[in-house]
Each structure stands twice: as structure tokens, then as C-alpha cells.
């Protein structure tokens, strides 16, 4: 099982390098790119998503408060400080994550389940509530404009690349986290927590540090994000840009290594193709929403290869 | 500020605060009683307000039949809803966060059905004959139509405390939700007890709907308003606690009512702020019983 | 099980392509235009309105012959309200419909992140709704312009009211109450900024900040009643000014205090949602009346709409009709649609004849601005059941100059300088 598990990584790390590395060189439009770039930012967004949801259970309709973070880390840095400060700003967003989520996880991972979920979403409401009327100062429901990356940064390709590499480079890890003793642990707590507890390890402190990293990888992609759109605005923080992410993960297969991304994936292509045909995008995607969580619960990666291994011992029983 | 400013201030903070309980409440039967979150309660909310609009704009009943009508329709909407839906996920793993994300999708798809019925247009709902005006009592004005709602507020308190607590089909409907093996085992109907109590929710959401209707306009996207709300009440006040609810609508009402004459730069930020206090010194709810902090 | 999940799949998908109208294009000349618009949630009502409109001003051009050989055709995608969607949007619009214009928003978020784009693209972005001052100030590029006034001339002739207004009833004092966003705070800032400059002297006595789209106004009526200011100056929009009228009217906040909302307040959804709940006397301005100015244009505009539509118009109407005529002007005048810096020279100082011009003006767009210039009429609510449902329309009009209510070049610098 661990074989064939690796192999289908590697199929779909070769899909990921192949695909968004060789992007720009196939593009027929600037379009193609910010698509691209787009779909990576929140690919990475969904999987951190996933790390607290999918490995260890912890479903938080919050994660909008961190992806925010970041995004106005760099957004205020460059709007107060000038255009030099957009990658301080990226070090700043990863700083003030780390700090944030440690303080908001100390508080509400004393309670499991929806009380857990219900927390989350009030602390990110509390923090859009305050940047949307602190309008003098975060530029509230205007937003943020002209975040331009500085330097070679500001050529769209090159951005491109750099996002591509910084994304790459936290999938790695989070894959490396999932396969290693923590994750493993992680998996256990989500099992039966009692369990981990009796056997001598921290169940507390195990999800503590997991949500810290779910957090900072979150408010890396807003960073990110900034210098794509090169404007950022209060919606980020909104919580239906937390259910959105949740959204791209069940579309993709909660705990299914790479489901996220692809969920992230298909959202964003859909949205696109659907919004531009028809104002019923809502009744469209919440169809499929309901589908999925109801016949396809494993997600398009999950269920995809369950008919895989179905297919395959139907034609091993042929054989035999 | 002179007493007869408080005493205004009071009112009208509990006028509020009957209103958001009321809409809450259905989301405290289901979530506290039946155990299942139901994210798309304020879209039954608005349901409610349309179904009442539209009983009165097609048969031109009085409001409180309508009112009736509106709580009627959300329930068997519901009903439908948890039949047809919610009840294929009973009984998964995780199956909190699908219930969350079912919801949520319905949230979406009543959103969009409502605009193709009515349209986007705001439309508009009068209050009933004989509560459209005030009743003045010692220098304050008070709407009749506000004191109404107070009332009717009081009476779904009293009556769900009262079922709940003192009924046997109450306490039917809360064991169901702690335990639905064991209940079955006992020969209750689980699965219809299940959408009853759905439906019964929905019905309180719909109904508060077609009640807030004549004091607010009815248009798309209400659902999304008030869930947030909704939710902080049921948070503060304690899940499936009926007086928890109203206490917590209580408490937040007032405080909005003297954050907003005393502090009206930073009102908006208050309720979230309680929310979150509450959920960090007693995050079992203000006055709930059973505690949830884990291992 | 199996085999019936994936029949569920097949339904899902051919519902789905139903739902998708897929349009065949012909490689005429055509000027394309994307527009971006919300059509969900409380705004929706102004994106619908927009779209139907834009279409109505398209078929009356095309039926005569289109535009110097040229046939107008609109894209329109759902904002959402979601300004990096937006974005998206725009630029798809550009690389792969290649289209001449960008087209509408209503909020001013998606606004400023779409003006970017249209910076960054060289592409003529048409504003039709969004009222915030800064894209015509701060944030203005050379390839932005705006066909419906902006929340800077709304105030200045709010100020200029009530400058009369202390003539004929002496006030003194006033509250406001707003939205807790920038729309709101930017209202009362640009009104405190016009009273100034025009001279005219007045006492805050209270101001109220509920939350955007916040259902319950009961604590901030009775606090404003405490209050007791001569004026309540007001600064909603959409479904929160019908909540606030309904639940303060049986206060009789009305009574004692004379409502004052020159920005959003005339507009006609509230007067067909409230109907004969809508006090007499409030004092209302709009970017666009159907009542004002009795112009042939005017009228004919609001007819065409209603047999069109089913429906009378919200002012968003207005603004997306104007920006028709203005592409149309431009081309007209240029020859083609692809000339964009030849079309930018057209735009700038157009003179353009709307519907909400009176008789003798015609509206302008400022060459240094890019922000049309025209008169702004505030009236009272009286009776009148001539546009059903409503049965309030405004009426006692007082009139402003369109030069007077721009923005003075002091208030720009401050503005740019920030």
C-alpha cells in the first residue's frame, strides 16, 4: 500500500512540474498565466487547509483570518512603506501568522468538534469586522491597489516562477509532514485522541503545532496572492473565502495527499467557465457541492481511485 | 443620560434582541436538540419572508395567516431538505464537517432559487392592521408592532422550554440527539423523529422570517446575514438551550443598544468581541449545562 | 450504488451545459464589451437593472445601423461582489474576448481592483454605479472613466440644500447615520468638507455607525431621538434605507427630525418597496430620477425600460445607459474601436445628451478627471402613483449647477497627496 502510494505522488508531482512549469513557454495569453498562477495559490491554500482538516480533523471555517493576514502584511507594508517592502512584508505575514495562531490556538483547541469550528469562524469574522470599518487605515472595503513585486519580480513571468517555486517547496514539506512522526501522530488524535493521550504524547500540543503551520502556509498564500492580483481587499478575510477553500478540498478529497490541489483546481476553471456563461453560478456550485458530500464523499481524487482499485480486482478476479 | 433615555435604550435593545433570538432559535433546536449544524438556517429565514410576501401579494390574507403560511412552507421545505439530503449522511465519520458543508451548499441553492422565483427586486411586506403604530407611556414612544414581537418572543421560550423539558415527545427529541443507537433500540422512529425536529426548526426560521419581514426589506441574500448572528446567540447562549438563547439575544441586544449610545465608532465590533469572550472563558455557551472541553 | 452515482454525475453535467448558452459568433465587426457586474445578494438589483438597460441603449443603436459600420455586443459576468474574482474576470475579457471596453461595477471595491487592471492593460474601463470620489481623484488613470456622478458632487449639492434650507427653516444642528465603511464615512467627510466650503455654519450632535446591511436600527432610532438634531443626514443604500424608514417611522423620528439623504436616498426602490409607508417630506437625492427632468429623452428612456422590463428602473439603469451612448459617441467619432488612445482623446471632454439632463445642459465628461459633470436635483417624497408600485415619488425640486458641485482643485491635491 505505502508503494503504491508513492507512486501515485510521483505521478502527480510529474503532472505539477510538467504542467505549471512549462505554463508559460505553451500560454497563448497573459490570461492563461494569472489562471495558472491563481489556481497554484489556492491549490497550496486548500492543502494547508487540509493538513488541519483532512490529517488531523480539525475542521476550521477560519482559515480566511491567516490567508488575510498575509495578504495585508504585504499590502500595508508596501502601501505605507513603499514597494521594496513586499517581501519583508511576505516575512512579516509568516511572522504575525505564527504569533496569531499560536494565541487563537491556545484559546480554542480546548474544545473539539463544531464548538472548534464555530470558534474559528468568529475569530476570523472578529478580524474582518475590524480591517473592514478600520477603513483609514487598511483602506477597509477599497481595498489595497498597486502592490507591484519590486525588482525582476515585477515581470509577470518571473513572478510566476517564484510562486511556482515557493508553492512546490510547501508542498514538498507538507508532504514530508504528513509521512513523518507528527503527521503520523496527527492521524492517530484524529482516530482517538483518548488513546494518544494514555500513551504519553501531547494530543494538545500536536494539534497546536499543526495549526501553526496550516496558518502560516495559509498567510504565504495570501501573500502570495497580492502580488498576482497586485490589489488585495477585505473579502480575503471574509468567511466565505474559508468556505471556499473547505469547499475545494471536499471537491478533491479531504486527506487525499493531492485531492486539495486538484479541487482548487477544478473550482477555479469552473468558475470561470460557468460564470461566464450563466448568473446561476451559485445554484450550479452548490449542486455540486451537494453531490459531492453526498455520493462522492471520498472527492474526485478519492472516489477516482476507488474505481481504480475496483476496476483492477474485478479484472484480478477475471483472471483468476 | 437621563433615565428616560435608559429606559429607551432598554427597550429597544430587547426589541432587537427578541428578533435575533427569534431567528435563532430554530438554529438552536437543531443544533443543540437534533445535533445536526444547519448553516443554511437563514436561508429559511428568508424563505419565510418571501412565502409570507407572497401569500399576502396572491391571496391577500392578513399578515398572520401568512405569518402561519411562511412557517408552514420553511418546514416542509425542510422537511424535504433533511428527507431527501441530510439524512444520507447520518452516521459518517466526520460526519460534523459534511453536515457543515451539506448546508452550506444549500445555502447556495436557495439562494439562487429564490432569485429565479421572485426576482431581485426588494419587495416589501406591511405590518399587520392595528400594530402600525405607537403607544406612548410617560414621554417614550414605543411602536405596538415592536412590543408585539417582544411578546410573541416570550411566548416561544416559554413554550419550547416547556415541550422540551416537561413533554415526553421533548425529551424524546433530546435523547434522539445524544444518542440516536440507543433511542432506536428503544423503538422510537429515530428517522422521523429526525425530520420532525428539521422540519419544526425550519418552521421557527421561516416563521421569524415573515415576522421581521414588515420592520426590514425583503431581499436576496438575507440567509447569509443573519446566520452569522445566529450563530453568536446559539454560541453564547448555549446549544439547544431555549433560555440560554434568548438570554444570549438578551444580552447582546442591550449591549449593542449602550455600545451605540455610548460608543457609536466601535459598536459594530461588539457582538463579535462577546462572541468571542464567551467562547474563550465558557465555551459550552453562558448557561449551558454539559461541558465540552475535552481531553 | 455504483452504477447509479455515476447517472447522477451524467444528469449533473447535462443540467449544467443546459444552464450554458453557448453563443456563436460571427467575425462581423462588432465592438465588444465586458462588462462586470453582481447579479446575487442585495446589489444584484442594480447589475440586473444595468445589464437591461445597456442591452435596451445596444438595440437602439444597432437597429439604426450600429456604430460607423460596427455592431455593439455585450459580455456581462457576475461580480459576485468579489473584487480578486473580478479581476480575473477583466482580465480574461482582455487576452481571450479581446474586448474594446471594460464595462460597470457597482462597488467601488471591485472597482478600484478592476481599474487596475485596465491600467495595467491599456484598456478604456467604462464606470457606470460605483460612487467612490477616489477613482476620480487618487486613484485615477488615463484609461478610467466614469458616466454616473460620484459621491463628491451627491454631498455638494447636499450642502448646497441645506445652505438654502437655513432661509426658509432655520437648523442648527445635525446627526448622521451611515454604513460603518468607507462608503459611509466618505458621505459624511465630503458633506463636513462642503458645508465648510460653502460656508455654512452647523453642530454634530450625534453620529451613528451600524454595521453594513445590519437588520436592526432600534437602538440607534431612540439614540438619535435622544439626540433630538434639527437634521438627520443619512448615507444608506438599497435594503438598509427601507429597513431604517420602516422601523423609525412609527417613532415618529420623521416628525421631529427632517431625513436628509442626498447620495442613495431617492432611489426608486424604495419608493416601490415601501409604497404608502414612505413618510411625506423626506428630503432625497439620487443619481438619476425617473420623474426628473421631464425631458422627452428622460421619459422615453423610463417607458422603453418598463415595456422592456416589466419594470421601472433603478438609477444603476441610468449610468449603464449612459456608457452605451458614450462608446458609441467615441467610435463614432474616432471610426473605429481599436484606436484606444485615439478613443481616450475622444472621451475626454465629451458632451453627451442623457436622460437626466435638464432642458439647456448638456452633461460633459472633465478632461481632467474623466468624471461626467452634471446637475444634481433633490427633492421631497409627495404622493404621486404614477410608477407603480410605488406611490411616493419626489417632487418640490431644487436644482443644482453641474460646475458647482466638482471638487475644487484644492480638495484633489489633498486628496493625491495622502
Known amino acids: 500500500m505505502a508503494d503504491t502510494g508513492r507512486y501515485k505522488d510521483l505521478t502527480f508531482w510529474v503532472l505539477l512540474l510538467l504542467i505549471f512549469g512549462l505554463l508559460p513557454l505553451v500560454k497563448t495569453s497573459s490570461y492563461q498565466l494569472m489562471l495558472a498562477n491563481h489556481i497554484l495559490i489556492w491549490g497550496m491554500f486548500a492543502l494547508a487547509f487540509n493538513m488541519l482538516f483532512g490529517v488531523t480533523g480539525m475542521l476550521s471555517f477560519g482559515q480566511a483570518l491567516y490567508y488575510g493576514l498575509g495578504a495585508y502584511s504585504v499590502g500595508m507594508m508596501v502601501k ?234 474485478l479484472t484480478v478476479q477475471k483472471r483468476g | 443620560m437621563d433615565p428616560s433615555f435608559i429606559i429607551a435604550q432598554l427597550i429597544s435593545g430587547l426589541t432587537m434582541a427578541t428578533l435575533l433570538f427569534l431567528v435563532a432559535s430554530g438554529l438552536t433546536l437543531i443544533f443543540g436538540v437534533g445535533n445536526v449544524f444547519n448553516f443554511a438556517h437563514g436561508s429559511f429565514y428568508m424563505l419565510g419572508a418571501y412565502l409570507a410576501y407572497q401569500t399576502v401579494s396572491s391571496w391577500h390574507t392578513n399578515f398572520w395567516v401568512a405569518t402561519f403560511a411562511a412557517a408552514l412552507g420553511a418546514g416542509i421545505l425542510g422537511m424535504m431538505a433533511e428527507f431527501l439530503f441530510l439524512r444520507r449522511i447520518y452516521g459518517r465519520s466526520e460526519e460534523g464537517g459534511f453536515q457543515i ?73 433530546r435523547a434522539t440527539a445524544i444518542d440516536r443507537e440507543m433511542m432506536n433500540a428503544m423503538g422510537v422512529n429515530v428517522p422521523f423523529t429526525m425530520t420532525l425536529v428539521f422540519g419544526i426548526a425550519t418552521a421557527l426560521g421561516g416563521f421569524a422570517g415573515a415576522l421581521a419581514a414588515p420592520l426590514r426589506s425583503v431581499t436576496p441574500g438575507a440567509g447569509i446575514e443573519v446566520i452569522i448572528d445566529s450563530l453568536i446567540v446559539v454560541v453564547i447562549g448555549g446549544m439547544g438551550n431555549f433560555w440560554g438563547a434568548w438570554l444570549g439575544a438578551l444580552i447582546l441586544g442591550e449591549v449593542n443598544a449602550f455600545a451605540v449610545a455610548l460608543v457609536p465608532e466601535w459598536a459594530s465590533v461588539f457582538s463579535y468581541l462577546v462572541m468571542v469572550l464567551t467562547l474563550i472563558f465558557k465555551p459550552e455557551g453562558l448557561f449551558a449545562a454539559r461541558g465540552v472541553r475535552k481531553v | ?39 446575487t445578494g442585495r446589489p444584484g438589483l442594480y447589475g440586473l437593472d444595468s445589464v437591461d438597460a445597456a442591452e435596451m441603449a445596444m438595440e437602439e443603436i444597432n437597429s439604426k445601423g450600429g456604430v460607423a459600420g460596427y455592431k455593439l455586443e455585450l459580455l456581462n459576468t457576475d461580480s459576485k461582489l468579489k473584487p480578486d474574482y473580478s479581476v480575473r474576470v477583466a482580465k480574461r475579457y482582455i487576452d481571450e474576448d479581446k474586448v474594446h471596453f471594460l464595462f460597470g461595477v457597482v462597488s467601488s471595491g471591485v472597482g478600484l481592483a478592476v481599474t487596475e487592471v485596465s491600467k495595467q492593460n491599456k484598456k478604456i474601463f467604462i464606470g457606470t454605479d460605483h460612487a467612490s470620489t477616489r477613482l476620480t481623484v487618487d486613484a485615477l488613470q488615463p484609461y478610467y472613466f466614469r458616466v454616473s456622478n460620484n459621491t463628491f458632487q451627491s454631498m455638494a449639492a447636499g450642502a448646497l440644500y441645506l445652505k438654502e434650507l437655513k432661509q426658509t427653516k432655520p437648523w442648527e444642528t445635525l446627526a448622521y447615520i451611515g454604513p460603518d465603511y468607507a462608503y459611509g464615512h466618505d458621505q459624511w467627510d465630503e458633506l463636513k468638507y462642503n458645508l465648510d466650503r460653502f460656508g455654512v455654519k452647523y453642530k454634530v450632535v450625534g453620529e451613528y455607525w451600524p454595521k453594513l446591511s445590519a437588520p436592526d436600527y432600534t437602538p440607534f432610532i431612540t439614540s438619535i431621538m435622544n439626540d433630538k438634531p434639527d437634521i438627520l443626514v443619512s448615507g444608506f443604500w438599497g435594503g438598509d434605507t427601507v429597513a431604517f424608514i420602516k422601523q423609525a417611522q412609527p417613532y415618529g423620528l420623521f416628525e421631529k ?33 425617473l420623474n426628473w427632468p421631464e425631458t422627452e429623452l428622460n421619459r422615453t428612456y423610463v417607458d422603453k425600460f418598463y415595456k ?24 463614432e467619432k474616432v471610426g473605429n474601436p481599436n484606436d484606444t488612445e485615439a478613443l481616450v482623446k475622444a472621451l475626454e471632454g ?43 415619488m419626489l417632487g418640490n425640486w431644487k436644482v443644482y449647477k453641474a460646475e458647482d458641485l466638482l471638487p475644487p482643485k484644492e480638495y484633489i491635491e489633498m486628496k493625491r497627496k495622502k
Open chain 1, 80 to 313: 505605507y512603506l513603499g514597494q521594496s517592502w513586499f517581501l519583508p512584508g511576505i516575512g512579516l505575514g509568516l511572522l504575525l501568522a505564527a504569533l496569531l495562531s499560536v494565541l487563537v490556538g491556545l484559546l480554542i483547541i480546548r474544545v473539539s468538534g463544531v464548538f472548534f469550528t464555530v470558534l474559528t469562524l468568529a475569530f476570523g469574522q472578529l478580524a474582518w469586522q475590524i480591517t473592514f470599518r478600520w477603513y483609514h487605515f487598511t483602506g477597509g472595503d477599497d481595498g489595497i491597489q498597486g502592490i507591484i513585486p519590486p525588482g525582476i519580480l515585477s515581470d509577470r513571468t518571473v513572478y510566476y516562477y517564484f510562486t511556482f517555486a515557493v508553492v512546490v517547496m510547501s508542498i514538498w514539506f507538507m508532504r514530508r509532514l504528513a509521512r513523518s512522526p507528527l503527521g503520523l501522530t496527527l492521524r492517530c488524535i484524529r482516530q482517538n485522541p483518548e488513546r494518544v493521550h494514555f500513551l504519553g504524547r501531547s494530543v494538545r500540543l500536536n494539534q497546536l503545532g499543526i495549526y501553526m503551520i496550516s496558518s502560516i502556509l495559509s498567510a504565504l498564500a495570501g501573500s502570495l496572492m497580492a502580488g498576482v492580483d497586485y490589489s488585495i481587499h477585505t473579502n480575503m478575510l471574509y468567511w466565505t473565502t474559508s468556505g471556499e477553500v473547505i469547499l475545494m478540498s471536499v471537491l478533491g478529497g479531504i486527506g487525499q495527499s493531492f485531492g486539495p490541489f486538484i479541487g482548487a483546481a477544478v473550482i477555479i476553471i469552473i468558475e470561470d467557465v460557468v460564470g461566464a456563461r450563466t448568473e446561476y453560478w451559485s445554484l450550479i456550485i452548490g449542486i455540486i457541492m451537494m453531490v459531492m458530500v453526498i455520493l462522492f464523499p471520498r472527492g474526485l481524487v478519492g472516489e477516482f481511485r476507488a474505481l481504480r482499485s475496483r476496476l483492477r480486482s
Open chain 2, 101 to 173: 458543508l451539506l448546508t452550506y451548499s444549500f445555502i447556495l441553492v436557495i439562494d439562487d432559487l429564490v432569485k429565479l422565483v421572485w426576482g431581485t427586486e426588494y419587495k416589501s411586506l406591511l405590518r399587520p392592521a392595528g400594530f402600525s403604530g405607537s403607544v406612548h407611556v410617560g414621554g417614550l414612544t414605543i411602536p405596538t408592532y415592536n412590543l408585539a414581537i417582544i411578546a410573541i418572543g416570550l411566548i416561544v421560550v416559554v413554550l419550547a422550554w416547556l415541550i422540551l423539558s416537561r413533554t415526553r415527545p421533548g425529551r424524546i427529541a
Open chain 3, 1 to 39: 450504488m455504483l452504477r447509479h452515482k455515476y447517472v447522477v454525475v451524467i444528469l449533473v453535467v447535462l443540467l449544467a451545459l443546459f444552464q450554458v448558452p453557448f453563443s456563436l459568433g460571427a467575425d462581423e465587426k462588432i465592438i465588444k464589451i465586458g462588462a462586470i457586474y453582481p447579479m
Open chain 3, 257 to 289: 427630525t427632517l431625513y436628509f439623504h442626498p447620495d442613495a436616498g431617492g432611489n426608486y426602490e424604495l419608493m416601490s418597496a415601501t409604497g404608502s409607508e414612505l413618510p411625506l417630506g423626506l428630503v432625497l437625492g439620487a443619481r438619476h430620477h
Open chain 3, 308 to 331: 422592456r422590463t416589466g419594470r421601472y428602473p433603478s438609477y444603476a439603469a441610468e449610468g449603464a445607459y449612459a456608457g452605451i451612448y458614450a462608446i458609441a459617441q467615441a467610435v
Open chain 3, 350 to 392: 465629451m458632451k453627451i445628451k442623457l436622460p437626466e439632463d435638464p432642458e439647456g445642459f448638456t452633461s460633459y465628461i472633465d478632461p481632467a478627471t474623466h468624471q461626467i459633470v452634471q446637475v444634481q436635483a433633490i427633492g421631497e417624497t409627495i404622493a404621486n402613483d404614477k410608477f407603480p408600485p410605488a406611490k411616493r
